[in-house]
């Protein structure tokens, strides 16, 4: 049975090598830095990853607040029709 990365059976040509070549990480970019330097990184992480959302244009923008607000109002007037007649069934039942 294989995956994307390979076999399961056969180990990634990275998981073969011997431990002693590894290097020991000692905390990584953490380990060093303070609390300002985490957020700091933190910050910049959130900025990276802010760049590589995909942003809809302004038509697209509009068209999905309309559908959406179109969406709020059937709900609105949905629940306000079952909440008038639940009260008219209510009425009639305890008088």
Known sequence: MTDA???????DAEDEAPESK?????GGKRGKKGPLGRLALFYRQIV??????????????????TVVI?????????????????????KYVFG
């Not at 990276?48 to 607040?65: C, D, F, H, I």
């Open 48 to 65: 990276a990853e802010l760049r590589k959302v995909v942003w809809p244009t302004r038509s697209q923008l509009t068209t999905y607040t």
């Open 5 to 11: 990365v390979g076999s399961i059976d056969m180990p």
């Open 70 to 90: 179109m969406f709020v109002v059937v709900m609105i007037g949905l629940v306000t029709v079952i909440d008038f007649g639940f009260a008219r069934v209510i």
């Open 22 to 26: 590894k290097k020991a990480r000692k």
